[in-house]
């Protein structure tokens, strides 16, 4: 999968997202990044520390989050495009779930749209993906857990988003799919999602493990957001186990030596 002006593997290897959040109110980063120097400063220290994409937000999406209009978003996150884009060859994701603020970020530069509501949010998102060849992240979601049949439900869903994606242009081979940890889950069902990630398989598309730091790390372990780095990991090295073409995080170092570890014992060095 080309991503940008680089070439992914889509099989046999695990890159790293870095999550780079230019919000005043992000769970666990909130306010660090968001002036452009500092987003700058700290895009750049994530692709030294072996960031293989960044993926730049500029709507918090925690529980409780406050919904921001599509112009504040656009100008948190336009001139960090443009300016990584002028800086780096490391390929540049923008976290949206808005076709305006999507067309706008692929006009600045972004290579990779992240929806994190696969398409159900915004009836325009598929079509502006679609029309700009862009490669695409798209998430399950929902508004509220579902009672019974998880699995089945997961993968139900998922496979509406993929019916909305060829509706809307985006070809299969440009789409890498997410099971939504931490979103509209209990506990138990974001324990599955992270366990059963052998469900998405036979829907013949990539994927990608977003649970950096996240609240089933926290409620697991008894810790806060900012001591989930060991938790993190240990989703890490599961992903890789199974194959996931991706994993999202906002510790990029210690995540690219958990998964080059892990591929090494897994190849034979």
Known sequence: MKIGTKDFQTQGRTYVMGILNVTPDSF?????WNSLDRALYHGEAMVQEGADILD?????TRPGYTLISDQEEMDRVLPVIEALKQRLEVPVSLDTYKSQVAAAGIRAGADFINDIWGLKYDPAMAGIIGAAGVP?????????PVE????ATLVQEMAETLALAEAGGIARDRI????????GKTYEQNLEAIRRLDVLKPLGCP???????KSVIGLTLNLP???RVEGTLATTVYAVLQGCMFVRVHDVRENVRAVRMTEAILQGG
């Open 148 to 151: 019974r049949d998880f699995t």
């Open 176 to 183: 890498i799919l997410d099971s939504g940890v931490g979103f």
């Open 28 to 32: 666990s980063d909130g306010g660090k």
């Open 136 to 144: 695409c992240c798209l998430m399950h979601n929902r508004k509220e």
């Open 56 to 60: 730049i937000g500029g709507e918090s």
């Open 225 to 227: 957001a900012d001591q």
């Open 207 to 213: 994927v990608l493990l977003g649970t950096s730091r």
